[in-house]
C-alpha cells in the first residue's frame, strides 16, 4: 500500500471514529437526560405520596385530638354539674334546718341576710388568718 492510501483510509477510519464518538455521546446524553427525568419523576410522586400519606395522618390525629378532647370536656361537665347538685342540696339541707323561716326572711329583707353573710365571713376570715407577728 502506498503512503497515500494509508493517509486516506486513516483519515476516512478517524471520521468515521469521530462520527461514532459523537452519535455514542449523543445517545448516552440522551439517555442521561431520559433517566434525570425518570429520576426527577419519582422523586416527585415520592414527595407528593409522602405528603399526602403525612397529610392523612394529621387528619386523622387532628380528628382523634378533637374526640378526646370533646369527650374530656363533657366528662368535665359532668363532674362538675354533679359536685355542684351536690353542694346545692347540701346547702338546701342547711337552709331548711334554720330556725325561724330565714330563707323568707331572707328573701324578703335581702340587705339582712347579705348583712350576716359579711359578718360569718369576716368571723371565718379571722380565725383563719395566720397570726402576725410583731417587729
Known amino acids: 500500500m502506498s503512503k497515500k492510501t494509508i493517509e486516506t483510509r486513516t483519515k476516512e477510519d478517524l471520521e468515521t471514529l469521530k462520527d461514532d464518538v459523537a452519535a455514542g455521546m449523543k445517545e448516552f446524553g440522551d439517555k442521561v437526560n431520559q433517566t434525570a427525568e425518570n429520576v426527577k419523576k419519582y422523586n416527585t410522586s415520592f414527595m407528593e405520596d409522602g405528603a399526602a400519606r403525612f397529610s392523612r395522618k394529621f387528619e386523622g390525629l387532628k380528628s382523634d385530638a378533637i374526640e378526646k378532647a370533646n369527650d374530656t370536656v363533657k366528662t368535665i361537665g359532668k363532674d362538675v354539674n354533679h359536685g355542684l347538685d351536690q353542694y346545692n342540696k347540701k346547702v338546701q339541707d342547711l337552709a331548711d334546718s334554720m330556725p325561724g323561716d330565714f330563707i323568707k326572711n331572707s328573701s324578703r329583707y335581702?340587705?339582712?341576710a347579705i348583712s350576716l353573710i359579711l359578718v360569718a365571713g369576716f368571723t371565718l376570715g379571722f380565725l383563719?388568718?395566720?397570726?402576725?407577728?410583731s417587729l
Open 128 to 133: 383563719l388568718k395566720p397570726t402576725r407577728q
Open 110 to 112: 335581702p340587705w339582712v
